[in-house]
């Protein structure tokens, strides 16, 4: 009996419960109006509103970090003009930010991964290219694999050329003016010639000049070069290669006395007579012979290449050994005339490498005398005037209009 009367008076409670539960409920909506679908609405709103400035903030993100996955890269071919210049031993991280600097490529490392997946980027020479802007890394890389994109003043300087040849030579290349070379020649320590390089043990005094130290070969000068700058890089090629050969070094220890200045002389002569690269050993050995050995009569060069040498140097026209006049052999107002005793005054031309080893180790003999005995240019050697008289009548029956 009692529990029903318990279980009867809970079931009261609890719907009494619910149902001021429901009236307070019911208050509520009808003093506020709907509260519960507002806050509904309103969270809603927030909802939404925190997704969208996640979305942006992730959309940033990536589009700042995207480089970390794949380097920022221009597509196509691009338009417009742009210049680069590439210096020998650059790496492609180097190249690729000249890229990015001249406007070329947007990132140094799109132009890296791409040059670093064609092998052919090895074949990327030194020198200016004239590339397009905003160009995609594939595209650059093939513009500077293409010679015909690459810019330059491209000269062969050949051997023996005197300074006043190498000038007319440079200017119808660079169309620099040749005075401007003239200009820039006259003080050739400013170019960067040592100024031991003009000591002399023969007594003589010497005149700074250029001649000698223009090396001969092809050169890739920049667009737009002075004079000053291309001379400058002949000279620098002189002293490289006679570094490489040992040039003074061997010179001062093994020419008995004679500087490395006369041995350039030397090699500036060998470089005008002899016919083949095999005699200019020969012919250096004849020079010093002549000069300073006491077995040549005046101890003079008495070669004729001096006296064409002061013609030019005069502005006159050279000539052959042939047609010139006695006056003009033995003009004594000619610091280069053959009869001189010793060395003339400066280099006659600029000689090459082989005339400089030549000069420098020339064969061991006691040759006096030369002369071309074929159309080949070969020259036959001789110790006494008789055996040389003996070579120019066989140099006239091969054709050699000696006789």
């Known amino acids: 009996m009692i529990d029903e009367l318990e279980l009867a008076f809970d079931e009261r409670t609890e719907k009494g419960r619910h149902r001021r539960g429901y009236r307070k409920k019911q208050a509520r909506r009808e003093a506020g109006g709907g509260g519960g679908r507002g806050k509904t609405v309103a969270a809603l709103l927030v909802t939404f509103l925190l997704l969208g400035v996640l979305g942006g903030g ?3 993100g990536f589009d700042r970090v995207q480089g970390l996955f794949g380097a920022p ?6 338009a417009g003009q742009a210049q680069i210049q ?11 930010n000249s890229l990015v600097r001249a406007g070329v490529v947007k990132s140094a490392a799109a132009f890296v991964d791409e040059a670093g997946a064609n092998s052919r980027s090895t074949n990327i020479q030194p020198g200016f290219y004239n590339l397009r802007k905003q160009m995609s890394a594939e595209s650059a890389l093939a513009m500077l694999l293409e010679v015909a994109n690459k810019v330059a003043n491209t000269i062969t300087i050949p051997e023996g050329r005197t300074a006043k040849q190498t000038y007319k030579l440079l200017s119808e290349k660079t169309k620099i003016p040749v005075k401007d070379f003239e200009a820039a020649a006259k003080d050739p320590l400013a170019l960067g010639v040592p100024e031991f390089w003009f000591n002399r043990t023969d007594g003589k005094k010497t005149r700074p000049s250029i001649e000698g130290f223009l090396f001969p070969d092809t050169y890739e000068f920049d667009p737009n070069p002075t004079a000053e700058q291309v001379l400058k890089t002949m000279v620098g ?9 040992d040039f003074v070094k061997t010179v001062e220890s093994e020419r008995g006395g004679v500087s490395p200045y006369e041995a350039l002389i030397v090699a500036s002569l060998a470089q005008a007579e002899a016919g083949t690269k095999a005699d200019l050993g020969k012919v250096a050995r004849v020079a010093y012979n002549r000069a300073y050995s006491g077995t040549f ?14 013609l030019e140097l005069s502005g006159k026209a050279t000539k052959r ?41 020339p064969p061991a003999g006691k040759w006096l005398f030369f002369v071309a005995i074929d159309k080949q240019g070969n020259s036959a050697f001789a110790e006494t005037n008789d055996e040389h008289l003996r070579n120019i009548q066989k140099a006239c029956r091969n054709g050699i209009p000696l006789c």
């Open 73 to 78: 890269d221009y597509s196509g071919s691009g």
């Open 297 to 310: 009569p005046c101890s003079c060069l008495e070669m004729d290449v001096t006296v064409n040498y002061y």
């Open 86 to 96: 590439i210096k020998p031993g650059e790496s492609l991280t180097e190249i690729g």
């Open 321 to 361: 050994s042939g047609d010139m006049t006695p006056e003009e052999l033995d003009d004594p107002k000619n610091p280069y005339n053959r009869k001189l005793r010793g060395m003339v005054p400066t280099p006659i031309n600029n000689p090459g490498k082989e005339a400089l080893q030549g000069a420098m180790d």
């Open 237 to 245: 090629h002189f002293l490289a290669v006679a570094e490489e050969l």
């Open 58 to 60: 992730l959309w940033y």
